[in-house]
């Protein structure tokens, strides 16, 4: 009789037991991006400083606001390598502190230059008239090829506003850019 009444209570128990784990309902969730590979900047074109030699007054003055000249500008370039044949085409995105006159015009901040009412229009090398409006996307007007390339452009001397003179001093302004592929 006690080996029935113990054998009934580890019944009980062992029923218990399986009671105890009982099932949970979940969820796992999966995340994950698609790419293809893109080109590589070339080590040390990923920033770059472009120097202005002293430009007169007389040369800035006579400019409407936003726009240049070719002696106002100066040639810069982003060297591309490793590009897959899938990418046909490089789109550039500037961003930067602008005129408050013109978003084509980037400037420095307040306390970096002394110089007024001037600031810096960036252009393809191709069309040195167009230029990049800040954090806007651009595609590059040339298509790119398998392996290495170039993206080259200008970088004008500008008047931010025709209603002002322009005043001598110094000017220095950051432009980050941004590079994706399509």
């Not at 218990?16 to 949970?24: D, F, I, P, R, W």
């Not at 167009?130 to 993206?151: D, F, R």
């Amino acid at each position: 009789m006690k080996m029935k009444k113990l054998s009934i209570a580890a019944i009980v128990m062992l029923g218990l037991g399986v009671n105890a784990a009982q099932a949970t309902d979940g969820t796992i969730n999966f995340h994950g991006t698609v790419t293809s590979p893109g080109c590589n900047v070339v080590t040390g074109a990923e920033n770059l400083t472009v120097n202005f030699t002293a430009m007169p007054v007389a040369a800035l003055s006579p400019l409407a606001s936003g726009t240049t000249t070719s002696e106002l500008q100066k040639p810069f370039s982003i060297k591309l390598e490793n590009c897959p044949t899938a990418i046909q085409s490089a789109v550039m995105k500037l961003s930067g502190l602008v005129s408050g006159y013109n978003n084509k015009i980037f400037t420095g901040p307040s306390g970096t230059g002394t110089a007024g009412t001037v600031g810096y229009v960036v252009s393809e090398a191709a069309t040195p008239s167009t230029y990049l409006v800040s954090n806007t996307s651009t595609v590059y007007g040339k298509p790119l090829t398998a392996g290495n390339n170039s993206l080259d452009y200008l970088v004008g001397m500008s008047r931010t506003t025709g209603n002002k003179p322009v005043t001598t001093g110094t000017m220095n302004a950051v432009i980050n850019y941004e590079l994706s592929y399509q």
